[in-house]
């Protein structure tokens, strides 16, 4: 009986027909990241470029003068003056990234014998090690001040505690305080916290319920007119893992949707700003932390033309037909208003 024979089981048919040739075509398992949400938020669509400077600079009043009060006819008028306006800075940090090559190698994957294009793959590697980090950095913060090369990420600037209100404080190992303010002296000067027990709107305990005070009590009004570093337009988001994400959605199925989400959209909302799932959290955090981020007070800031800077190194050392390209980015983060932007995390 005849078995039969696939194709490439015939000598003839495996040497004269290609497969498919897909020029230039390939799939990225570079990463255990499925996205860099953080990194494509704060560094690549809601960034500030700076001009020539050292870093960037925070500035606070920490209270009104004390001087208001009642008065009569004839009354007098006690002055005083006192200092309270605090200054932080926030010091440039700079990450890097390479590839290297031989002049040979492109000249040998060229033209119609190239199934891809080697040197394009090295750079694409290049560009997702540099993501990769970058990510990291958004969330993470350095050990303590004795760290001088690390970028001051979310960790940094939106510190956790268990009790409600605005208790985020200084972060461990920063006793100065955030870029060099401290929350222990001037006690305004912190970000809002709660943990949770459920994804509900139980008082005190729910997901739903912190939340929901929060955005209230975080809508700090200006009522004296004058320039801030707060920016407009670019609106808010909410961080979290997959499991908190799709404890919400369950009690958002449960309401009907009274919650505000709409089932069919990959980025449901909640008071206009979008839940996002971030994988990083998943990878590296384990008490389900919540991030409710103001784009408008909390940013990264670049200096300018510094960011994804590529810089050709023509011939290595040692090595006269071996290129490389360093890409670099001179970024750190800020925080103009830490009462605008909170963080919970999973007490249960």
Known sequence: MVTGLQPEDIADVVLSTLNQFRRD??????????????????????????????????????????SAEVDKMYGTVDFAVDDAVEEGTVPWRRIKANMAFDIQEPDMNSGETAMFDLIKTRYARMRVSMLELAENLVWDKPTDSTDNEKPWGIKYWIVQNATT?????????????????????????????????????????????????????????????????????????????????????????????SLGFDLSSPEPVFRGAALKYVAWLDQNETNGPVYMIDHNTF????????????????????????????????????????????VFYDAS
């Open 299 to 342: 940013f990264a800031v670049f200096l300018k033309d510094w960011y994804m800077k590529d810089i050709d190194v023509k011939v290595l050392p040692h090595q006269p037909t071996v290129t490389g390209v360093v890409e670099y980015m001179v970024l750190n983060f800020v925080c103009h208003n830490l009462r605008k932007n909170a």
């Open 165 to 257: 209100g605005f208790n985020g404080g200084n972060p461990a190992g920063f006793t100065a305080g955030r870029a060099g303010i401290s929350s222990t002296t001037y006690a305004r000067h912190k970000n809002y916290t709660g943990t949770y027990t459920s994804y509900d709107d139980t008082v005190d305990t729910g997901l739903i319920s912190q939340m929901e005070e929060a955005a209230v009590k975080m809508e700090w009004k200006e009522s004296v007119q004058h320039s801030s570093p707060e920016r407009q337009g670019y609106g808010k988001s909410i961080y979290m893992d997959y499991d908190t994400r799709y404890g919400l959605k369950n009690v958002s199925k449960t309401w009907n949707d």
């Open 25 to 66: 075509e390939w799939v990225s398992e570079m990463s255990d990241l499925q996205d860099y949400t953080g990194f494509n938020d704060m560094c690549k669509n809601k960034k500030e470029k700076l001009n020539a400077s050292r870093g960037d600079k925070v500035r606070v009043i920490t209270d009104h003068n004390h």
